[in-house]
């Protein structure tokens, strides 16, 4: 069966790091997009990275982008999101995703047919 568990949340200074992890069973990331999205209080769920599985191309919304990170380790059907120079406006429950495709084609809700259960992120002083 098909299951994604995310893991490696916590509370973190502003400017600290964390990397998330998303640990995938029950299929390979050989042949599925990964995303990886973000729900803050009393916000809608943003998408905020995603990895395709034909070649790795990687997209990141643009509040991220220079400060995560996404990555693949297929050999443990894992994928990461570093996340450096947190900041508050980061806080947020953290959850992947997976697309039905190969590659990363947005972010919309219905391109991903699995979901994890999310892993939360706080990031205060």
């Known amino acids: 069966q098909v299951q994604l568990v995310e893991s490696g949340g916590g509370l973190v200074q502003p400017g600290g790091s964390l990397r998330l992890s998303c640990a995938a069973s029950?299929?390979?990331?050989?042949?599925?997009?990964i995303g990886w999205f973000r729900q803050a209080p009393g916000k809608e769920r943003e998408g905020v990275s995603c990895?395709?599985?034909?070649?790795?191309?990687?997209f990141y919304v643009d509040s991220v982008k220079g400060r995560f990170t996404v990555s693949r380790d297929n050999a443990k059907n894992t994928v990461y999101l570093q996340m450096n120079t947190l900041k508050p406006e980061d806080t947020a429950i953290y959850y992947c995703?997976?697309?039905?495709?190969?590659?990363?084609?947005?972010?919309?809700?219905?391109?991903?047919?699995?979901w994890g259960q999310g892993t939360q992120v706080t990031v205060s002083s």
């Open positions: 995703a997976r697309s039905g495709h190969y590659y990363c084609s947005g972010y919309g809700s219905y391109l991903y047919d699995y």
């Open positions: 029950g299929f390979s990331l050989n042949y599925h997009a």
């Open positions: 990895i395709s599985s034909s070649d790795d191309s990687t």
